[in-house]
């Protein structure tokens, strides 16, 4: 169970990676008197930016445990819960006692300058997770290398599913995030206080520019923060020892399950079969159903992100509970791998203050809708005991759905199936990339050809057809000639 925690966001000092980590880490460890004493673990969650390559040692020696068991972790906004699991999984099988798991961003700092200076007597912390890159190498040469630019391809299929124009979809993304916001407008720790309103975040403005088709600026995670955040795991019978079993919230359940891998890959671009693997075997490891469930957090980089997560969950996005306890990361915050230790302290949160039946659900995700983790938290005992759900048989299905992929083509008719038009600050289109089927079925990444940049300005291709090229400029990227689209 989770017997402690902590979060802080700083407005105002500067502060690096490693010392706003500790600083949460203090705090919780502070919340549950006794506890450092049998800390035999020290996780900290992969830092983006100036963490430097031991933050987990040099957090365990600043704050002096003991412990010769630290790590870091890959990338992937997945790991937070992740960790949880495999920490509930080891405590729970007797290899560990109690671990501290913390982390951080503090790109605003960081911009004015603040890093964690260099260490060179600490040998580099060992790295947890799977390191696999997000996108292929073909994806990349096309332009799909980053969030921005990736998450909107998804969002296009689910508008082309729904018959939407780029600005409907945007309309209806607002009354989604609008909820988000109004979370995150009365949570204590959110970088934003107002709460938008759905016209706000959906209408494009000078302060709210189309950054990709079909997202405004203030439905992107916002990275410009100086968050952290840490929770401590323990078991009950620890907890109770030390005094503290008023105050634990209990792991019901975890699980973890990946798509496949990369996105053009996917056999169904707007859906989530991981998601939807990992949400069955945790309910049914703990014996429960969603109507169960009193609190969610969904992870929200993006609304892709967010759609595709309820729709796997069988979530209506408007339900009436809600899909988050932050606000989620474009109004909350969005501290880079360690938004979802903020998710999982504010669940802990509301359950201890809550009912005792009270359950809620944590998702987070790595990549690009790729690597997810899914906890079920409760503020009385599972009657089951703490259990993790296996999701061994559905990983092996999710793998061998993966579609067969083209690296080139030349003179090829492709049917896209899921596009965005990406633009810089100034507004004229500096990309359009998609993702195609070619006549055999097998997929292939494109890009739009720099003198046809302008043609797909404020549209979505999916559904048309076009030519593809793989002659120019090199063998990886491939370049869509738009004067003949067909749609």
């Known amino acids: ?86 920490a509930a999984d080891d405590i729970a099988a007797g290899r560990a006692d109690a671990v501290l798991i913390a982390g951080t961003e503090t790109v605003r700092s960081q911009g004015l300058g603040a890093m964690t200076p260099p260490d060179p007597g600490r040998d580099p912390d060992p790295v947890d997770g799977d390191a696999r890159p997000g996108v292929s190498l073909e994806e990349i040469a096309v ?19 729904a018959g939407h124009t780029n600005d409907e979809q945007r309309r209806v993304l607002g009354e989604i995030m609008t909820r988000f916001s109004a979370v995150g407008a009365a949570h204590p720790h959110a970088w934003f206080a107002e709460r938008l309103d759905a016209a706000a975040i959906a209408a494009p403005a000078p302060d709210n520019r189309i950054v990709a088709e079909p997202y405004t600026k203030r439905m992107n995670a916002f990275l410009g923060v100086d968050q952290g955040a840490a929770v401590v795991v323990t078991s009950l019978g620890r907890a109770l020892e030390l005094g503290l079993g008023d105050q634990v919230v209990f792991v019901w359940s975890a699980a973890d399950a990946n798509e496949v891998w990369f996105p053009s890959q996917r056999p169904d671009l707007g859906r989530s079969e991981g998601i939807k693997e990992a949400r069955t075997a945790v309910l049914d490891a703990s014996g429960v159903d969603l109507d169960d469930i009193s609190s969610f957090d969904l992870y929200s980089c993006f ?29 909350y915050g969005g501290p880079g791998n360690n ?73 090829e008719c492709a049917v896209v199936e899921a596009s965005t038009v990406i633009y810089d600050r100034g507004g004229p289109v500096t990309a359009a990339p998609v993702i195609a089927r070619v006549h055999d079925g097998r997929r292939i990444a494109a890009r739009a050809a720099s003198a046809e940049l302008p043609t797909p300005s404020g549209c979505s291709l999916v559904g048309a057809t076009v030519r593809v090229d793989g002659r120019r400029p090199s063998h990886h990227v491939v370049e869509l000639a738009l004067g003949n689209v067909s749609s």
């Open 1 to 86: 169970m989770i017997v402690a925690s902590a979060q802080h966001s700083e407005r105002n000092e500067i502060v690096t990676p490693i010392g706003l980590t500790e600083f949460v880490a203090v705090e919780a460890l502070g919340n549950a008197p006794g506890i450092s004493d049998h800390i035999d673990r020290v996780n900290v969650v992969g830092i983006l930016f100036g963490g430097g390559e031991a933050p987990a040692s040099l957090l365990a020696a600043r704050l002096h445990l003991d412990v010769s068991d630290c790590a870091t972790t890959t990338i992937g906004e997945n790991t937070p819960q992740w960790l949880v699991g495999r």
């Open 143 to 161: 332009g799909l290398e980053l969030p921005a630019q990736v998450y909107p391809l998804f969002e296009s299929v689910l508008a082309a599913r």
């Open 303 to 331: 609304p892709s992100a967010v759609q595709l997560a309820a729709a796997a969950l069988g979530l209506d996005p408007l339900d009436g509970r809600g899909l988050t306890v932050t606000g989620g990361l474009p109004y």
């Open 339 to 411: 938004y979802t230790t903020h998710a999982i302290a504010t669940m802990a949160d509301e359950l201890r203050e809550g009912a005792t039946d009270r359950l809620g659900l944590v998702s987070g995700l790595g990549w690009f809708i790729t690597k997810h983790s899914i906890g079920l938290y409760g503020a009385s005992p599972p009657p089951r005991g703490y259990r993790r759900g296996n999701t061994s048989a559905a990983q092996s299905r999710i793998d061998a759905s993966a579609i067969p992929t083209l690296d080139s083509a030349t003179g």
